[in-house]
Structures are given as C-alpha cells and as structure tokens.
C-alpha cells in the first residue's frame, strides 16, 4: 500500500528558512516522479514543484523558483523540499504527491501525503 | 500564463446529476484530471485523462474534455459527494501544472 507521510512544518519567521520531507512506502519510489503541492488556507491547491525519479529533472512555479529547492534521497525513499526566503504568502499546507506512471511523468497525482503546516507570520 | 477557471460554486440535489465544469484555452487538446477534497482531508483522485476512473472511484464519476472546457458529472449525486472539486492539467509549453480554482459542491 501507497504511503506518504510529510513533515518538517512549523512556524518561521519572514524570511527564514525550512525544510520538508515526505516519506514514501509501498512502491519503488526511484520509479516515479514526484511532487509538492500547497494549499493557504481556506484557497485552492496551487502545484509548487515536480521532480523526475532520477532526480535529474526538477520544474518550480513562478511564486517559488529561486527560493526552493525540491530534491530526493532515493536510498531513504524521502522526497524534500528546502524552503528559504520564506514569505507570508507561503503559508500553507503542503502535500507531497506521486505521479502514477512509472519511469515518466503523467502530470497529475495518485496518491497524496496528509499534509503539513507551514506558517510564516512573525 | 495558463489559467483554468471552474464556477466557484454548484448546488444539486440528491439523486440528480451535477456538472462541474472546467475552462481553459484549447484545453480538449490537453489530458483533464479531477481531485475531489473533503474537509480536512487531503485530495484524492477521481477522474484522470479526462474520463478514467481510477479503481475505488464509483461509477456515478464521469468526465469529458473536449474544446476548451472539460466537464466533471456525477449521476445520482449523494450526500457523500458533497465536496470540493479541482481540474487540473499540464501545461507542456511553460513545463506547469495547473490547477483550477476549485468548485464547492452543494448536495442539498
């Protein structure tokens, strides 16, 4: 069975800096690329970051790229996401999420972790 | 940039059919998926390339995607069903995923 269990949220100062991890059970997590995705509260999910399986490939939204850094650790079957120059506005939930084919990509997501809390406020 | 612009809000009653309907630029040229978000909870997948369920999703979920606007239908809503609604697709020329806004679905 799929499982994906995120953690690293907390409360952080503007500007400072967090790092999340995601991980991953059930499947060959070397296989498929995954993926972060936020929510603010009380709004829409909003796509934040994709990487390949490999971990050769990575794609950011315009609202993070510059300041976050997605990556994986294939040995520890853990997904991560370093945050830093953190804003308001970056307060959020935020899910990690796999993509369901195998070796590529499909551009959406299967299974999806529960969530954890960032908040950026001082 | 590439935007998806789903209503803000649908209402239905038990038993009837809802429509939630998903818009974007030649968006029947892309793949549409759906996620349905309950609160609290995170979201889960019922629709994927524009009308495949994945196994667990029951057959009341059907989708279609053609033009510019891909559509989420759900037969015989029930009380379950209430929930938010989110398409969602690949934009291959800017290498994004988008999300539409979402739509609050009112069994009532």
């Known amino acids: 069975e799929v499982h994906l269990l995120e953690s690293g949220g907390g409360l952080v100062q503007p500007g400072g800096s967090l790092r999340l991890s995601c991980a991953a059970s059930g499947f060959t997590f070397s296989s498929y690329a995954m993926s972060w995705v936020r929510q603010a509260p009380g709004k829409g999910l909003e796509w934040v970051s994709t990487i390949s399986g490999s971990g050769g490939s990575t794609y950011y939204a315009d609202s993070v790229k510059g300041r976050f850094t997605i990556s994986r650790d294939i040995s520890k079957n853990t997904l991560y996401l370093q945050m830093n120059s953190l804003r308001a506005e970056d307060t959020a939930a935020y899910y990690c999420?796999?993509?369901?084919?195998?070796?590529?990509?499909?551009?959406?997501?299967?299974?999806w972790g529960q969530g954890t809390l960032v908040t950026v406020s001082s | 940039s590439y935007e998806l612009t789903q209503p803000p809000s649908v209402s239905v009653s038990p038993g009837q059919t809802a429509s939630i309907t998903c818009s974007g630029d030649?968006?029947?040229?892309?793949?549409a998926c759906w996620y349905q978000q309950k609160p609290g909870q995170s979201p889960v997948l019922v629709i994927y390339q524009d009308n495949k369920r994945p196994s667990g999703i029951p057959e009341r979920f059907s989708g279609s995607n053609s033009g510019n606007t891909a559509t989420l239908t759900i037969s015989g809503t029930q009380a379950m069903d209430e929930a938010d609604y989110y398409c969602?697709?690949?934009?291959?020329?800017?290498?994004?995923?988008?999300f539409g806004g979402g739509t609050k679905l009112t069994v009532l």
């Open positions: 030649t968006l029947g040229d892309k793949y």
């Open positions: 999420a796999k993509d369901p084919l195998s070796g590529s990509y499909t551009y959406y997501f299967d299974y």
């Open positions: 969602q697709a690949w934009d291959s020329s800017t290498a994004k995923v988008i």
